[in-house]
T-cell receptor, first 112, second 114 residues
Framework: GENVEQHPSTLSVQEGDSAVIKCTYS??????FPWYKQELGKGPQLIID?????GEKKDQRIAVTLNKTAKHFSLHITETQPEDSAVYFC???????????FGKGITLSVRP | NAGVTQTPKFQVLKTGQSMTLQCAQD?????MSWYRQDPGMGLRLIHY???????DQGEVPNGYNVSRSTTEDFPLRLLSAAPSQTSVYFC?????????????FGPGTRLTVL
């Protein structure tokens, strides 16, 4: 089955700097790659996703890039703010009707 | 819309006790699933359902049962609780076959088994 790995496991950045979180996946048939943000005591919430027919997608300060050849995708957060501090999960699936496989999560800390 | 709701928020059980974690969604989603979240392990799929009357096992199904009698509800049953089932449990739902596979998560149930 699919295996999703996330690196690093923790990341600390200064407010205003950029943060990049990388994930790799194993199944070349995967074609849907969402990113979830989990704040303390809450359930994960989708922040951005990308499909395999697209190389990059942006939404204000966040962007996701996908390299299908290398089987990795990355989350980019620019101009980080303290409220970006959370656990971020990447995931992969083969699209509709398919299960999501999650990475282990990364704790992002934004220092004021 | 209330989205995905879960009850209870917290629960303490003794080893061997049984209980049901409730999950409901009001978005008419076909797909519903249960995950457990443990430190350093991410989110692991327990069971899932693609519609009423249809359920299947995920990555870690042992010790858990599910049923899906309606589109809205997807309860998770612990038959005989064990300390290894101490975890935070999340229910999620989504549409199937549309242009989006966004899964919406509930707020979670924190379970402690003594």
């Amino acid at each position: 089955g699919e295996n999703v790995e996330q690196h690093p496991s923790t990341l600390s950045v200064q407010e205003g700097d950029s943060a990049v979180i990388k994930c790799t996946y194993s199944d070349s048939a995967s074609n849907y790659f969402p990113w979830y943000k989990q704040e303390l005591g809450k359930g994960p919430q989708l922040i951005i996703d990308i499909r395999s027919n697209v190389g990059e997608k942006k939404d204000q300060r966040i962007a996701v890039t996908l390299n299908k050849t290398a089987k990795h995708f990355s989350l980019h957060i620019t101009e980080t703010q303290p409220e970006d501090s959370a656990v971020y999960f990447c995931a992969a699936s083969k699209g509709a009707n398919s299960k999501l496989t999650f990475g282990k999560g990364i704790t992002l800390s934004v220092r004021p | 819309n209330a989205g995905v709701t879960q009850t209870p928020k917290f629960q303490v059980l003794k080893t061997g006790q049984s209980m049901t974690l409730q999950c409901a969604q009001d978005m008419n989603h076909e797909y519903m699933s249960w995950y457990r979240q443990d430190p350093g392990m991410g989110l692991r799929l327990i069971h899932y359902s693609v519609g009423a009357g249809i359920t299947d096992q995920g990555e870690v199904p042992n010790g858990y049962n599910v049923s899906r009698s309606t589109t809205e509800d997807f309860p998770l049953r612990l038959l005989s609780a064990a300390p290894s089932q101490t975890s935070v449990y999340f229910c999620a739902s989504s549409y199937i076959g549309s242009s989006t596979d966004t899964q919406y998560f509930g707020p979670g149930t924190r379970l402690t088994v003594l």
